[in-house]
T-cell receptor, first 112, second 109 residues
């Protein structure tokens, strides 16, 4: 199985533009998460979804939005990108029977 | 506030043993995780502790003391491929993971 896939692998984006980072999992996991990882900092939770149709805010939600229309997909949208959103973005998922989170390969985003 | 502390960087020799410490202060505790992350790659799950004591998994072991807010990851018989960052994360009372900044482990021949 593919596990979790993310697209694109990397992207350079002009400030003020919008962008959607895609995340798809084929493990039928209930919960999905979006993190950002910046040098010298731990992973920080942006948004999460415990089940299809529900979403919640994490530690750093401002400037980002998510939707969870079905179990498999959890896109992250930047409505108007700013340079401080330059980061590596990881999507993760977990099953309700265990707390372990499994990560996608990441998207490296540069906002200029 | 919530805080996870681990050393920024450690160096060890191939074939040796290294212990990576993690201390935490969180609102509630529902388990502690260790992940391995090679440069440019995603974090991958290594171990999970929810009760005090040592969990052994091959060359890797993880220890937890809830009363001390302390954990360590022990890596034995180090190999060059173990060069990576090791991330400590605690699941808080809201079942959210709080992450440390990671420890970069450098293995020298």
């Amino acid at each position: 199985t593919a596990g979790i896939t993310q697209a694109p692998t990397s992207q350079i984006l002009a400030a003020g533009r919008s962008m959607t980072l895609r995340c798809t999992q084929d493990m039928r996991h209930n919960a999905m998460y979006w993190y950002r990882q910046d040098l010298g900092l731990g992973l920080r939770l942006i948004h999460y979804s415990n089940t299809a149709g529900t979403t919640g805010k994490g530690e750093v939600p401002d400037g980002y939005s998510v939707s969870r229309a079905n179990t498999d997909d959890f896109p992250l949208t930047l409505a108007s990108a700013v340079p401080s959103q330059t980061s590596v973005y990881f999507c993760a998922s977990s099953d309700s029977s265990e707390d372990t989170q499994y990560f996608g390969p990441g998207t490296r985003l540069t906002v200029l | 506030g919530q805080n996870i502390d681990q050393p920024t960087e450690m160096t060890a020799t191939e074939g040796a043993i290294v212990q990576i410490n993690c201390t935490y202060q969180t609102s509630g505790f529902n388990g502690l995780f260790w992940y391995q992350q090679h440069a440019g790659e995603a974090p991958t799950f290594l171990s999970y502790n929810v009760l005090d004591g040592l969990e052994e998994k091959g060359r890797f072991s993880s220890f937890l003391s809830r009363s001390k807010g302390y954990s360590y990851l022990l890596l034995k018989e180090l190999q060059m491929k173990d060069s990576a960052s090791y991330l400590c994360a605690v699941m808080d009372s809201n079942y959210q993971l709080i992450w440390g900044a990671g420890t970069k482990l450098i293995i020298k021949p």
